[in-house]
């Protein structure tokens, strides 16, 4: 079996990318969740204000994951970190090291940059649980994910009487 390799995303991949999105997003049971599209990603990952990075893994030239992330900052840390986003092997080559491979590349970036840590969000039910805590991650079990999204963002941010 042929090492797997990890890249940075480029522009040319962004059709890869949409289709890793949508695999992933079929695999947590929301197949029509995905609203971006090739050229959204081109614009919003490779444009001149890059909203996200990408890494994609290889294996013997062949596209076998990705990881998408973004940035966030702490105030306790004083530093930057890695948000991850998507993450995505396909399944023939799980349990071949490729997200392995790609989460140390982010690992490898988070330390080059003095960046603090690396966060990411995992279903209750995804197997993948265990392959995080494995490498250190840490489940942080009083703290929930709220998300507001949808009508309900549109809501409140309609100006109110008491508004100043």
Same mark, same amino acid.
């Given at each position: 079996?042929?090492?797997?390799?990890?890249?940075?995303?480029?522009?040319?991949?962004?059709?890869?990318l949409?289709?890793?999105?949508?695999?992933?997003?079929? %695999?947590?049971?929301? +197949?029509?969740a995905? $609203?971006? $599209? +090739?050229?959204?990603? &081109?614009?919003?990952?490779?444009?001149?204000? #890059?909203?996200?990075?990408?890494?994609?893994?290889e294996?013997?030239?062949? #596209? @076998?994951?990705?990881? !998408?992330? $973004?940035?966030? %900052?702490?105030?306790? $840390?004083?530093?930057?970190?890695?948000?991850?986003?998507?993450i /995505?092997?396909? +399944?023939?080559?799980?349990?071949?090291?490729?997200?392995? &491979?790609?989460?140390? &590349?982010?690992? *490898?970036?988070?330390v080059?940059?003095?960046?603090?840590?690396?966060?990411?969000n995992?279903?209750? /039910?995804?197997?993948? *649980?265990?392959?995080?805590?494995?490498?250190?991650? *840490?489940?942080?079990?009083? /703290? !929930? +994910?709220? *998300?507001?999204?949808?009508?309900?963002? @549109?809501?409140?941010?309609? #100006?109110?009487?008491?508004? #100043?």
């Amino acid at each position: 079996m042929s090492a797997v390799i990890v890249r940075a995303a480029k522009v040319e991949d962004v059709e890869l990318l949409h289709r890793f999105s949508i695999d992933l997003a079929t %695999y947590e049971d929301e +197949p029509d969740a995905v $609203t971006s $599209t +090739p050229q959204t990603l &081109a614009r919003d990952g490779f444009g001149a204000d #890059p909203k996200f990075a990408a890494l994609i893994a290889e294996r013997g030239g062949t #596209p @076998v994951g990705f990881a !998408l992330y $973004t940035f966030n %900052y702490s105030v306790w $840390t004083a530093a930057r970190g890695i948000f991850i986003e998507d993450i /995505w092997v396909v +399944p023939e080559e799980r349990r071949g090291g490729v997200a392995r &491979a790609l989460m140390a &590349a982010l690992a *490898r970036a988070c330390v080059a940059k003095g960046y603090k840590r690396i966060d990411l969000n995992v279903l209750d /039910w995804n197997p993948a *649980r265990g392959f995080y805590e494995r490498m250190g991650f *840490r489940w942080i079990k009083n /703290w !929930l +994910p709220y *998300r507001l999204s949808g009508e309900a963002l @549109v809501s409140l941010a309609k #100006p109110s009487s008491t508004d #100043p």
